[in-house]
């Protein structure tokens, strides 16, 4: 049987041969306090996903304090409003934002922007459909001008789009 050849580790750089991480920097993936679990393992949750990173959701879309979007790659996607919270949410794409490892917040972590301002918009459009995918307000790495802060999403923004829409 032929040996897989050795990758290096996303985070530490040490060679290893299953997925992106070595055995001592595998993320450990923790649940919010009332979700469940099974919803991350659902046909549904995988097409959205899916669908998130086809359509060029595929660079955290944390944005810092001083304007600037993450570079690095979306490590998972993140619910702005928590799914055990808002279930009739779980699978919608204005509250599912790609983040890195970094600024990904933890379960029942008061500041869900790790130190930021919010994140860009996820793009989106329906499947099957022919229209264009919206361009990104910030391309990674790059500074928000400060006339766009108001367009990031934030728990705050998410609520009250949400509101707007009942």
């Not at 991480?21 to 993936?29: A, I, L």
């Not at 779980?90 to 600024?103: D, S």
Request: include cysteine; proline fraction near 10%; charge should be positive.
């Amino acid at each position: 049987m032929p040996t897989r050849i050795p990758k290096s580790c996303l985070k530490c750089g040490a060679a290893q041969t299953n997925g992106a991480y070595c055995e001592d920097c595998q993320p450990k993936r923790e649940r919010p306090k009332g979700s469940d679990p099974r919803v991350h393992e659902t046909a549904a949750w995988h097409r959205l996903r899916a669908n998130l990173k086809a359509q060029g959701n595929t660079c955290c879309q944390w944005i810092g304090p001083d304007g600037r979007r993450c570079t690095e790659p979306t490590w998972a996607f993140h619910h702005i409003l928590s799914a055990g919270e808002r279930q009739d949410l779980t699978y919608n794409q204005r509250n599912v934002v790609g983040v890195c490892m970094g600024h990904h917040p933890k379960p029942n972590e008061p500041d869900q922007h790790r130190g930021g301002v919010g994140f860009v918009p996820t793009l989106w459009r329906a499947p099957m459909s022919n229209e264009p995918v919206p361009e990104a307000i910030c391309q990674p790495g790059a500074t928000l001008p400060m006339n766009r802060w108001s367009e990031l999403w934030t728990v705050e923004n998410t609520e009250a789009a949400l509101r707007r829409e009942q």
